[in-house]
């Protein structure tokens, strides 16, 4: 069993929906990443969680350590968006990467 | 934009060869990690570097080394070649100490091991 697991593996909506992805670790960690992959391989943080939650946009970012999971919102979906998002645990020395959820939004 | 670029973009190496990669940070940035992805996988954690010392590992041979230099700049280098070595090298940089800190990914190098 894989230390970071997501799900769903792939994703497929309409423009404009509502979308969660998931997040489980059995780890211990001090801080959870969200990351963006773009064909081609470019990456960036979404963002970086230790408690609670944040946003920024249409994107939300929960996290409920006692229960070690994770969830990614993404309100009024658009095909930019378009993307493979990945799950990272760390601690100070190590990062666990999930295998990503693949998302397609069609217009 | 990130500002973290590496370097080169593109590679073709033979089995048994030695690679060097080359990846330079944000200004300011003391923590450089370095990331191997294979085709259709997530990205794997090789290791990380704190103000030139290696702070973390994750589960690859000695044959995997690193370096990180004074002006942000640092390398990976792998030897001896295998034909699964063939992936995308992502290195990322962050301000502080550790991975806790929002990682900041460069473009990769994606290496093909004929």
């Known amino acids: 069993k894989n230390e970071v697991e997501q799900s769903p593996q792939n994703l497929t909506a309409q423009e404009g929906e509502f979308i969660t992805i998931n997040c489980s670790y059995s780890v211990g960690i001090s801080a959870l990443h969200w990351l963006q992959q773009h064909p081609g391989g470019g990456i960036v943080s979404l963002f970086m969680l230790s408690s609670g939650k944040k946003k920024h946009g249409r994107l939300i970012a929960t996290i409920n350590i006692q229960e070690k999971h994770s969830s990614l919102h993404i309100t009024a979906s658009h095909p930019r968006d378009s993307a493979v998002y990945i799950c990272a645990v760390g601690n100070t020395d190590k990062l666990i990467f999930g295998t990503g959820t693949r998302l397609q939004v069609f217009p | 934009e990130t500002g973290v670029t590496q370097s080169p973009t593109h590679l073709i190496k033979t089995r048994g060869q030695q690679v060097t990669l080359r990846c330079s940070s944000q200004s300011g940035h003391n923590t450089v990690s370095w990331y191997q992805q294979a085709l259709g996988q997530g990205p794997q954690f090789i290791f990380q570097?704190?103000?030139?010392?290696e702070n973390g590992r994750g589960n690859f041979p000695p044959r995997f080394s690193g370096l990180q230099f004074p002006n942000y700049s640092s390398e990976l280098n792998v030897n001896a070649l295998e034909l699964d070595d063939s992936a995308l090298y992502l290195c990322?940089?962050?301000w502080g100490f550790g991975l806790q800190e929002t990682q900041y990914f460069g473009p990769g190098t994606r290496l093909l091991v004929l």
């Open positions: 990322a940089s962050s």
């Open positions: 570097y704190y103000r030139e010392e």
